[in-house]
Every structure is written in C-alpha cells, then in structure tokens.
Nanobody
C-alpha cells in the first residue's frame, strides 16, 4: 500500500526557513518522479518542484527559485523540500505526490 506522509510545516516569520519531509512507503522513491505541490487559500494547487529518477532536482515555480530546494534520501525513502527566505505568499498547504498518490499535506504559515 502506497503512503505519503508529509511533516515539517508550521508557523514561521517572513525570512525564516522550514524543511518539509515526505516519508514514502509501499514503493521506492529512487525509481519514482516525486513532486511537491502547494495550495494556498482560495487558489488552485500548483506544482512547486520535482525530482526525477536520476536525482536531478527541478524547481518549477519562478517565485521560489533560489529559495526552495527539493532533495531526497533514498536510504530513508524520504523526499525533502528545504524552504529558505520564506515569504507571506508561500503560505499554503504543501503536498507530496507520486503519480496518482497524494499525502494529506502539511500547513505552512508565514506571518509576522
């Protein structure tokens, strides 16, 4: 059974950092394309970043380039999203995704 469990969200001030984790089970992330999405209040879910089978990280949204980095630890079967210099507009629920499988999300709130 495939499971994706996100963690690491919380309340942070603008300029702060968080590292989100996505613990996967039921498959191996090293053979999968793994994605992070986010959904802000009142907006559609959008792709933030993904990492491919070769481990090449791709940051998708221009607004997070240079601030967010996706990575993975194959030994832990976990994908990460390091988020630095957070802005108010980064406030959203962040979801881990693999094909049709989704986690329940973790809430990131950036506020002073």
């Amino acid at each position: 059974q495939v499971q994706l469990v996100e963690s690491g969200g919380g309340l942070v001030q603008p300029g702060g950092s968080l590292r989100l984790s996505c613990a996967a089970s039921g498959f191996t992330i090293s053979s999968s394309l793994m994605r992070w999405y986010r959904q802000a209040p009142g907006k559609e879910r959008e792709l933030v970043a993904y990492i491919n089978w070769a481990g090449t990280p791709i940051t998708y949204i221009d607004s997070v380039k240079g601030r967010f980095t996706i990575s993975r630890d194959n030994a832990k079967n976990t994908v990460y999203l390091q988020m630095n210099n957070l802005k108010v507009e980064d406030t959203a629920v962040y979801y881990c995704n693999r094909e049709k499988d989704w986690g329940k999300g973790t809430l990131v709130t950036v506020s002073s």
